[in-house]
């Protein structure tokens, strides 16, 4: 097998409507199991294995989109790094098969022209049980993949691997052959519950020739009340996150990233929400290289405030996100979210990209950051 530094590492997500079997997928194509009782989502992050394609080990990280299944939800910031995306209904209900293309509008929007796409048609099994019937035929799967060239495959997570093992393995290799160069593989990131982030790298993180504990700062500011103690507590793993009093003074909390016993620390900073032109504030944001700026949806004023902080901000040279936060899932009025416009004019007008959080799906957050240690990482190795 191939030393870990020199893998090629590919992200791959499900996408599809609640109950279609994305998580089993999942569970079945990492450790080959089956779960009759699996809960709503494998975990808050993403599973990863080492396969061999094409005579080359390959790192896939496969992410599962269970938690977030209202559609607007799972935005382009979770997506636009995927390499792979495999679509997943269920044979036995027509409604998933409908559903798929609006999952393909959505991609359609956000899709790299090189990614690769799936399909899987699940449940494979349920057609031979009594009271079940087929609903999509095999000819109308094979349809819809032609339509949208997607690999297609009939699966049932319950009864057998192969047929995940070959749809997944065939997305691969597809991916590699439209992506001959080689890619930048010197940093594997995981995010676990424990430490933080952590990396299984085996290579040592340097700057210049000297190894360095290294720091990468990122600020939450936005209003008071608004979420942002509520969303660096989830990050850090406490769930109990009800009733928190607002920041008083600007305060922090760390994750670590480690590798080789040389660590990366992720300082995440919480600003009060009334201190966007003081020296506190000024200090806060010093040497800042990510910026969440968090709003609620149903308080729009607490949007047009993020103006006063964004006055203050090199949106040119920084990293910017706009987390849309709520504790529980956004409602929906008429189809379409409370302010979804004005947010998206916001968004377009900072060019900062916006993400919907809510504490069901903060691992959104978590990629995020991942994304960002992956590209800072990769700034300061020689």
Not at 36 to 50: D, V
Not at 265 to 271: A, H, N, Q, S
Not at 322 to 341: A, C, D, F, H, P
Request: aromatic fraction near 10%; proline fraction near 0%; hydrophobic fraction near 35%.
């Amino acid at each position: 097998m191939s030393n870990d530094n020199d893998l090629r590492s590919i992200k791959i997500i499900l996408l599809g409507d609640t109950g279609v079997g994305k998580s089993a997928i999942i569970k079945r194509y990492i450790d080959n199991s089956y779960d009759s009782c699996i809960a709503s989502t494998i975990g808050s992050n993403f599973l990863e294995k080492i396969i061999k394609v094409k005579d080359q080990d390959v790192r896939v990280e496969v992410w599962d989109t269970a938690g977030q299944e209202e559609y607007r939800s799972v935005t382009k910031i979770f997506v636009k790094n995927a390499k792979i995306i495999i679509l997943v209904y269920d044979v036995t209900n027509k409604e998933t098969f409908n559903g798929l293309n609006y999952w393909y509008d959505f991609i359609q929007k956000e899709m790299d022209p090189n990614i690769v796409l799936g399909l899987a048609g699940n449940k494979t099994d349920l057609i031979l049980e009594d009271g079940y019937d087929e609903e999509i035929t095999s000819d109308e799967g094979k349809e819809f993949a032609k339509k949208i060239k997607a690999i297609f495959s009939l699966v049932s997570a319950k009864e057998s691997a192969k047929e995940i093992n070959n749809l997944f393995s065939k997305c691969i290799a597809s991916y590699i052959d439209q992506n001959n160069g080689i890619e930048d593989t010197s940093f594997r990131i995981r995010l676990n519950h424990n430490d933080g982030l952590s990396s299984n790298n085996k290579s040592e993180c340097c700057v210049g020739n000297s190894k360095k504990n290294l720091k990468l700062k990122m600020v939450f500011i936005g209003s008071n009340g608004v979420g942002k103690t509520s969303i660096i507590k989830l990050l850090k793993g406490n769930s109990n996150v009800n009733n928190l009093a607002h920041t008083k003074k600007t305060c922090k909390e760390e994750l670590t990233y480690t590798q080789n016993g040389h660590k990366i620390i992720v300082e995440l900073k919480d600003t009060n929400g009334d201190e966007c032109k003081n020296e506190t504030f000024t200090k806060a944001i010093d040497e800042c290289k990510v910026f969440f700026l968090v709003f609620n949806i149903y308080k729009l004023e607490t949007l047009y405030k993020l103006e006063d902080w964004l006055n203050q901000i090199d949106i040119n040279n920084n990293k910017v996100y706009l987390l849309v936060y709520t504790s529980q899932k956004i409602e929906e009025k008429n189809g379409e979210l409370y302010n979804s416009r004005e947010v998206e004019k916001f968004s377009s007008k900072y060019r900062c990209e916006f993400e919907n959080i809510t504490n069901e799906d903060i691992y959104k957050v978590k990629a995020i950051i991942v994304d960002n240690i992956k590209a800072y990482l990769k700034s300061i190795s020689h």
